[in-house]
């Protein structure tokens, strides 16, 4: 029921709370935004990603608690928060920062969290994201295309009523799995 799994949520959360800072490690850290994100905590989970943001004794956010922050901020509809973060990674891949690694070489689950965040906005009045999304699908080395990517900017191009694309798309794609097929 939800109330008990919101009483599980608010368990984790104690748990989460008594842990000595030096314990709350990146994974406990993805595991706790995680259980908000389940539970359409987004606000809480966005909260505790920026609250161990930035600064130097703190862990470093990964590709794991970058995925659940964006996963956070389409589901709660918190576009500045996101646009942020896929911004600060797209720039990074024109300066290539010491410590940041460029878009393409991020986690596959990320870049297409990255896809569907671009979709869910869509072309609004901040931006073009479909054509975000499309770079972002672009950019893929050929080996970590998935179905899922494929799927995100398939979805994106039908939630912003460009049809023709998602058909082009999915003909270009199913006529490359025929090939491989025979």
Do not use: W
């Amino acid at each position: 029921s939800n109330s008990s799994s919101q009483r599980h949520c608010n368990d984790a959360m104690h748990i989460f709370d008594a842990l000595p800072a030096d314990k709350k490690d990146i994974t406990m850290i993805g595991a706790m935004m995680k259980c908000y994100v389940n539970h359409d905590r987004c606000a809480l989970a966005i909260a505790l990603y920026r609250k161990y943001d930035g600064s130097r004794q703190q862990p470093q956010h990964n590709d794991v608690t970058n995925t659940t922050f964006l996963k956070a901020c389409i589901n709660g509809d918190h576009y500045e928060d996101g646009i942020q973060l896929i911004k600060r990674y797209s720039e990074q891949q024109h300066h290539h920062h010491h410590h940041h690694l460029p878009l393409h070489q991020h986690s596959i689950e990320f870049l297409n969290t990255c896809i569907e965040f671009c979709g869910h906005f869509g072309d609004c009045e901040y931006g073009r994201h479909v054509d975000d999304a499309v770079q972002i699908f672009e950019s893929l080395p050929t080996h970590k295309k998935d179905i899922i990517s494929v799927g995100a900017l398939m979805k994106c191009y039908v939630d912003n009523a460009r049809h023709c694309d998602a058909i082009a798309l999915y003909e270009y794609y199913d006529d490359a799995a025929i090939q491989h097929s025979c």
